[in-house]
């Protein structure tokens, strides 16, 4: 998956809305998307493609009806390649420098 | 089935599935074994093997850590080897979890451009399940998947 087309799509307050609203309630249609948002159908469909480019957002018909979902394993996938690693660093090199300032004293 | 005991709004039942989708750089038999073979599940899914022959059926169990108690006991419902599992679920770890209605698990895998595939977990039938959906939401299917994907791509803790 591709990490720059997630954080792209991150990238934008009206799509983390479309996201939130979605992890309130799964399986919406564009249609109730779209009424709290003052935006265009087209504008919304257009939010909606790049979330669903970055794999965030997937796509199940149900009938005649497009259901959104938010999928959020990308998130956890970056979470796992860059917070990880950052909170694990600065943790133990503070805890290395309590343990020698310790030991000099 | 009488009207009453389908009592359960439409609009509710969308709420009931949750699904997860990830890439991974794998051919389909890979991500199927890893689904299916307790040597991979027990490096990603919590540290529980899978026991299952995936045939139509039989039964689809997780098995502990501890080796004998079980997490999982349920039924392999469909079976289309390496692309599409069905399975029963219903979390026995937990013990208000274990007292709902089976829900179901659908694994599915599409190969891709690149030597990729993609990769769909569907929860659903999840309606009368509120606990188990809230257990299995959040971290949980998110951790299996990213543990799949990177046992799989980085091998961590493979032995031969």
Redesign the interface.
């Given at each position: 998956m591709d990490d720059d087309a997630v954080f792209k799509a991150l990238a934008d307050p009206t799509r983390r809305h479309l996201l939130d609203r979605l992890f309130e309630k799964g399986g919406r249609t564009q249609t109730e998307l779209e009424s709290d948002l003052p935006l265009t159908r087209f504008g919304v469909a257009k939010h909606l493609r790049i979330l669903e480019a970055a794999g965030l957002v997937v796509i199940r018909r149900s009938g005649r009806e497009k259901l959104h979902y938010l999928n959020p394993v990308p998130i956890r996938v970056i979470h796992d390649r860059w917070i990880d690693k950052y909170t694990v660093g600065p943790a133990s090199a503070l805890s290395d420098l309590r343990s020698r300032l310790e030991e000099s004293e | 089935m009488s009207n009453d005991a389908m009592s359960i709004h439409p609009d509710e039942?969308?709420?009931a599935?949750?699904?997860?989708?990830?890439?991974i750089k794998a051919t389909p038999q890979a991500i199927w074994d890893a689904i299916t073979r307790p040597e991979f599940t027990a490096q990603y899914f919590y540290g529980s093997r899978v026991e299952t022959t995936a045939e139509v059926g039989t039964p689809f169990r997780y098995r502990a850590p501890d080796g004998e108690t079980l997490w999982g006991d349920e039924t392999v419902f469909e079976s289309d080897p390496p692309h599409r599992l069905v399975v029963g679920w219903r979390s026995l770890y937990d013990e208000e979890a274990a007292s709902e209605p089976a829900s179901r698990i659908t694994w599915e895998i599409e190969p891709q451009d690149g030597g990729f595939c993609l990769l769909?977990a569907t929860h659903d039938h999840l309606e009368q399940s509120p606990i188990t959906a809230r257990n299995v939401a959040g971290?949980g299917?998110?951790?299996v998947?990213?543990g799949l994907?990177?046992v799989l791509e980085t091998g961590s803790g493979l032995a031969a």
């Open positions: - | 039942g969308r709420e599935v949750q699904v997860y989708q990830i890439f769909t971290a299917w998110m951790m998947l990213s994907k990177s």
